[in-house]
């Protein structure tokens, strides 16, 4: 198998338009998350498309990111935010959604977010903000927590 080849074919079928496309978007997905390498997350990333309606598949894609479990996992994650957008922001939306959910992945994303480079840091912060702006009741504490501890 070879894992660039992988890669290109969940960026192909990112739209998950039809059962062929969803097919091979779950075979490379698995085929990716089966070399276990978390450098490749940032790659598993780049399968999230804004335009798909195939909600259930792409959560998929989500699970799959979140085995990869702990700093390293989170790191990977956080690197693929900048070229997720535009296209994908939802996603990377949601991705932080989960991370603000889950109380010891928050704790490894500050040291996360200390890591990594300014614009990685801007892109995050900004989706952080948006989310408590959408949600002030329930996240605004979470991300407050995670902002106070990376400036």
Known sequence: MDIKD???KLQKNRLLRNINEVHAFEEAIENIISVQDVILVKDLCSGFDDQT???EVMFGLIHAIEGFEGEEGLCEMAKAVPDMLPHAKEWATTLHYRILNH???RKLYVKVLKRVNLKVKNNIVEILKEIKIEDPGRFE???NEILSNVK
């Open 141 to 143: 504490g979470a991300v």
């Open 6 to 8: 992988e890669i290109r």
């Open 103 to 105: 109380v010891p992945s």
């Open 53 to 55: 309606d195939n909600h």
